[in-house]
């Protein structure tokens, strides 16, 4: 059985203290998608909570995408895996409609900068101008991706009349310049994201998030782009390996 | 205490100024890992500061998991370098580490027979540090497993002990988690650290399941790595 506390003292309010703690045990548990939520009622007797203000907090879950709701329960809700083969070559929008869900972003905002952030080691390059577009990828409506991305800013051809809350680039690059994705160098980690793209995220505060540091260079094996990515807990690497019949000794 | 500067003519605040030289000298590599860091009170004697200002400035090198203070031994570095491994190539956790010229050893912590097999529990350590907490299903070659394990005093490699033919597919699934409660405790993390969590179901030539496991890997000095060449 779910086990909630309320903290009193804290600023949140008490349905989102829920909402939190019903995520974690959401993403703690191992109930795989379709899987059965204990329900509410159960929970809201076991922990002395109020029925109503548990069902508000499951809906929410529902509306952020964790939970499922069909007849008379909540089921768990789980993306299915992202195969690496799509994140080595694939665009996000293109990541997201080969899991059979509809893509859609938001531009968050579209800056210049005179260098690219330190985490990308990269030299600086006096007079070099970069466009910084921080976009949200959204999956049948769920938010998945936080996205900021880095292009040589002379990619751009007619700046002033391109539309950035629109554009998709790579597309743009493939139409104006003739160069498509080759592939994506992408180092992982987990981190604590920062709160604001958690709450982006619709995640816990303090929750973890895979996070991509993005080098994409063009059929030539030229740089395109950079990018740093984060990902909510719903999505999640799958990495299959084909063993050669042959391989016992490993 | 040479790699301590503190310089009262500047305006900088002192435990900051401190705090500072220290993540210096470790990012340069004067300061290496477990290396020993003087107490408050010598620094304080040596720099004519407040031994509150001293421990003012390993309380911040501590809240950023560059030091680590243990209660009756003193306070030590704590700068592991980052280790990145090819994501495709995690089935054999243990050859993957040995090919980076890292020592790898996997001790068994706990065994039980579950429904068609064997559960274990595992804790692997690379160079000596505690690097994932595995819980291991295995299905077939229990017999062999069980055999190796007799034969290896616990510590074990875990497929050449159990394969016996040739290996199908393999599928990894990595989650992000923060650690909880047994987790953070065996890889000497606290709780709400990021780790990696790995999900991975190993089949044999004819797709029937041979083992699946679950791992929790320490994210604080693991990286992977997708692309090309």
Redesign the interface.
């Known amino acids: 059985m779910i086990k909630l506390e309320l903290d009193h003292r804290m600023k949140r309010s008490m349905l989102d203290q829920l909402v939190d703690q019903l995520k974690?045990y959401h993403?703690?548990s191992r109930l795989e998608s379709g899987e059965t939520f204990p329900d509410y009622q159960a929970v809201a007797t076991a922990n002395a909570l109020d029925e109503l203000l548990l069902e508000d907090a499951y809906y929410r879950l529902v509306k952020e995408g964790y939970l499922r709701h069909s007849k008379d329960r909540f089921t768990v809700f789980r993306l299915p895996?992202v195969p690496?083969e799509s994140?080595?070559t694939k665009t996000m929008y293109e990541t997201i409609e080969a899991l059979q869900m509809a893509p859609s972003f938001v531009t968050l905002r579209v800056e210049f900068l005179p260098n690219l952030p330190s985490i990308f080691n990269a030299a600086i390059h006096p007079g070099a101008s970069y466009v910084k577009i921080t976009r949200l990828y959204f999956a049948d409506q769920i938010p998945l991706v936080y996205i900021e991305s880095f292009y040589d800013k002379p990619l751009f051809k007619g700046f002033d009349s391109l539309d950035f809350m629109q554009l998709k680039v790579f597309k743009y690059f493939q139409d104006t310049w003739q160069r498509r994705i080759?592939?994506?160098?992408?180092?992982?980690?987990?981190?604590?994201a920062p709160a604001a793209i958690n709450e982006t995220l619709n995640q816990p505060l303090?929750?973890?998030?895979?996070r991509f540091v993005s080098?994409t260079?063009d059929q030539h094996g030229d740089i395109l782009a950079h990018a740093i990515i984060h990902?909510s807990?719903l999505y999640?690497?799958?990495?299959?390996?084909?063993?050669h019949?042959?391989?016992?000794?490993? | 205490m040479l790699f301590i500067k503190i310089d009262k003519r500047l305006r900088k605040p002192y435990y900051q100024q401190m705090a500072e030289s220290i993540e210096q000298a470790i990012t340069d590599g004067v300061l290496k890992d477990g290396d020993y860091l003087p107490k408050y009170k010598e620094v304080a004697d040596f720099f004519d500061i407040s031994i509150i200002v001293a421990r003012q400035a390993y309380d911040e090198l501590e809240a950023r998991a560059l030091i680590e203070r243990i209660q009756g031994k003193g306070t030590f570095v704590k700068h592991r370098p980052v280790i990145t491994l090819p994501l495709e190539s995690l089935y054999d956790t243990a050859s993957m580490f040995k090919k980076l010229g890292y020592t790898y050893d996997r001790a068994l912590r706990m065994i039980d027979d579950v429904d068609e097999g064997l559960y274990l529990r595992t804790i692997d350590t690379a160079d000596g540090y505690v690097i994932a907490h595995q819980k291991w299903w295995i299905y077939q070659h229990v017999d062999a497993l069980l055999d190796a394990i007799k034969t290896q005093d616990g510590t074990f490699e875990m497929l050449e002990s159990i394969v016996s033919k040739p290996l199908g597919r393999l599928e990894n699934k990595l989650i992000p988690r923060s650690a909880t409660g047994v987790d953070a405790m065996v890889l000497g993390i606290q709780e709400k650290t990021p780790v990696y969590f790995i999900r991975s179901f190993m089949y044999d030539i004819d797709d029937a399941l041979i083992l699946k496991a679950e791992s929790i890997f320490t994210a604080e000095y693991l990286k992977f790595e997708v692309g090309h060449d």
Do not use: C, W, Y
């Not at chain 1, 080759?182 to 604590?192: A, C, K, L, P, Y």
């Not at chain 1, 999640?236 to 063993?243: F, K, Q, R, Y």
């Open positions: 974690k993403v703690e895996f690496l994140i080595r080759g592939s994506h160098h992408q180092t992982i980690d987990i981190v604590q303090d929750a973890s998030v895979i080098e260079t990902t807990m999640a690497i799958e990495s299959v390996n084909l063993l019949p042959e391989t016992t000794a490993l």
